[in-house]
T-cell receptor, first 111, second 119 residues
Framework: IAGITQAPTSQILAAGRRMTLRCTQD?????MYWYRQDLGLGLRLIHY???????GKGEVPDGYSVSRANTDDFPLTLASAVPSQTSVYFC??????????FGAGSRLTVL | AQKVTQVQTEISVVEKEDVTLDCVYE???????LFWYKQPPSGELVFLIR??????QNEISGRYSWNFQKSTSSFNFTITASQVVDSAVYFC????????????????FGKGTLLTVNP
C-alpha cells in the first residue's frame, strides 16, 4: 500500500539525548514535510524539502535538522532533545498542488 | 503570511444535530488552496476536501458540505445529522501556490476544532 512510513511510533527520551525520527515514502513525491502537533496549537511546520538535495525551514525549525539525500527518505533529527520538544510528529509528502499524504505520526516524550 | 483561524476550539452536540465548523483564512495570494482534514481519536490525519481559490461552488458529500466564500475569506464545514463516529478534531488548512514554481505547497493549519457528538 503506497504511503508514508514513520518510525518509531512512540519513544521516551531523556533530555540531552540525540534522536532521529525516520520517514520513508514510496510515492516518489518531490516535496516532503515535517510537522509537529501540540494540543491547542494545531500542526506547525518544522522543515520541508522541495526535492532531493534541498531543505528549508518552516515555522518552528529551532532544535531540529533534516536531510534529503534521496527522494524517499526525510529524517528529522533532534541533536539535543529538550522537554519542549515533547510532541507528536507527522511526516508528509506531496506532489504539486496535490493533497498531502501524512504518516501515522511519531509520539515523542522528552523527560 | 498566510493564516488560518478556526473560530471554535470545541463543539459538543447531540447525535442527529447539524453542526458547522467555521474557518477564516488570510492570504495575499489570488491563487491558493483550502483543505479540511479529520483527525479521529486514533490519531491519523484523514483528508476530507480540497478547494482552489477559483472555485467558489459549494460542495456536498453525503452528510458533509462545505461553504466557500471569498468575500468573507471563509471556508466553513457543516455536518448534517451528526453521528458519534464524527467525533474528532477537524483541521482547516491553507496552501499558497509556490513562488517561482516548484512543488512546495506548504500547508498552514488552523489550531483545530474538537467535535464531540454525544449519543
Amino acid at each position: 500500500i503506497a504511503g508514508i512510513t514513520q518510525a518509531p511510533t512512540s519513544q521516551i527520551l531523556a533530555a540531552g539525548r540525540r534522536m532521529t525520527l525516520r520517514c520513508t515514502q514510496d510515492m516518489r513525491h518531490n516535496a516532503m514535510y515535517w510537522y509537529r502537533q501540540d494540543l491547542g496549537l494545531g500542526l506547525r511546520l518544522i522543515h520541508y524539502s522541495n526535492t532531493a538535495g534541498t531543505t528549508g525551514k518552516g515555522e518552528v525549525p529551532d532544535g531540529y535538522s533534516v536531510s534529503r539525500a534521496n527522494t524517499d527518505d526525510f529524517p528529522l533529527t533532534l541533536a539535543s532533545a529538550v522537554p519542549s520538544q515533547t510532541s507528536v510528529y507527522f511526516c508528509a509528502a506531496g506532489a504539486g498542488a496535490n493533497v498531502l499524504t501524512f504518516g501515522a505520526g511519531s509520539r515523542l516524550t522528552v523527560l | 503570511a498566510q493564516k488560518v483561524t478556526q473560530v471554535q476550539t470545541e463543539i459538543s452536540v447531540v447525535e442527529k444535530e447539524d453542526v458547522t465548523l467555521d474557518c477564516v483564512y488570510e492570504t495575499r495570494d489570488t491563487t491558493y488552496y483550502l483543505f479540511w482534514y479529520k483527525q479521529p481519536p486514533s490519531g491519523e490525519l484523514v483528508f476530507l476536501i480540497r478547494r482552489n481559490s477559483f472555485d467558489e461552488q459549494n460542495e456536498i458529500s453525503g452528510r458533509y458540505s462545505w461553504n466557500f466564500q471569498k468575500s468573507t475569506s471563509s471556508f466553513n464545514f457543516t455536518i448534517t445529522a451528526s453521528q458519534v463516529v464524527d467525533s474528532a478534531v477537524y483541521f482547516c488548512a491553507l496552501s499558497e501556490a509556490p513562488y517561482g514554481g516548484g512543488s512546495n505547497y506548504k500547508l498552514t493549519f488552523g489550531k483545530g476544532t474538537l467535535l464531540t457528538v454525544n449519543p
